[in-house]
T-cell receptor, first 109, second 112 residues
Framework: GQQLNQSPQSMFIQEGEDVSMNCTSS?????WLWYKQDPGEGPVLLIA?????ELTSNGRLTAQFGITRKDSFLNISASIPSDVGIYFC?????????FGTGTSLTVIP | DTEVTQTPKHLVMGMTNKKSLKCEQH?????MYWYKQKAKKPPELMFV???????INESVPSRFSPECPNSSLLNLHLHALQPEDSALYLC???????????FGPGTRLTVL
């Protein structure tokens, strides 16, 4: 399968700080998705990106579809405790999505 | 409405048991998926149904048997599982195969 590398693998930040994470691949993708997953729950879709260079926001979250179509970025501004969880990117190639390795976010109050 | 429901929420079964996981969506989606997820790992694709026909089987052992009785329902029949099959089983759906996927809350399966 396709390899999507997410970094960082984990983050420990203070409440109120901004967060940046990214997802990179050697393959070109047609769609990028960002999900958040709480322990024991299913992934929840945060943002979907459909065009190279696209920048989309959802509240305090902003994601970008990289211009090379091989990467995507997610930023969270002014983090709060409920931002804790694992964030996964997913890239679409053909009729399948491939998931990144995940970024675990811990927010310290 | 982007809701996918899964039952049961938790399931404990012995290695000789037969059980089924159920998934339902009423978004009119024509593609449905089963994923297996181990702790702190990304979801791993198991099966894809497109228009109620099996489209992808990612070389899943035959002790897992999927079924799509209609466009809203997806089942996963389990038989003679192994302890290493313990995981979170996720169902997802999308408008058509390859479109944005929406996940259910998952079934936490423990095989004793």
């Amino acid at each position: 399968g396709q390899q999507l590398n997410q970094s960082p693998q984990s983050m420990f930040i203070q409440e109120g700080e901004d967060v940046s994470m990214n997802c990179t691949s050697s393959s070109i993708f047609n769609t990028w998705l960002w999900y958040k997953q709480d322990p024991g729950e299913g992934p929840v879709l945060l943002i979907a990106l459909y065009k190279a260079g696209e920048l989309t926001s959802n509240g305090r979250l902003t994601a970008q579809f990289g211009i090379t179509r091989k990467d995507s970025f997610l930023n969270i501004s002014a983090s709060i405790p409920s931002d804790v969880g694992i964030y996964f990117c997913a890239g679409q190639l053909g009729n399948q999505f491939y998931f990144g390795t995940g970024t675990s976010l811990t927010v310290i109050p | 409405d982007t809701e996918v429901t899964q039952t049961p929420k938790h399931l404990v079964m012995g290695m000789t048991n037969k059980k089924s996981l159920k998934c339902e969506q009423h978004m009119g989606h024509r593609a449905m998926y089963w994923y297996k997820q181990k702790a702190k790992k990304p979801p791993e694709l198991m099966f894809v149904y497109s228009y109620e026909k099996l489209s992808i089987n990612e070389s899943v052992p035959s002790r897992f048997s999927p079924e799509c009785p209609n466009s809203s329902l997806l089942n996963l029949h389990l038989h003679a599982l192994q302890p290493e099959d313990s995981a979170l089983y996720l169902c997802a759906s999308s408008h058509t195969q390859g479109d944005t996927q929406y996940f259910g809350p998952g079934t936490r399966l423990t095989v004793l």
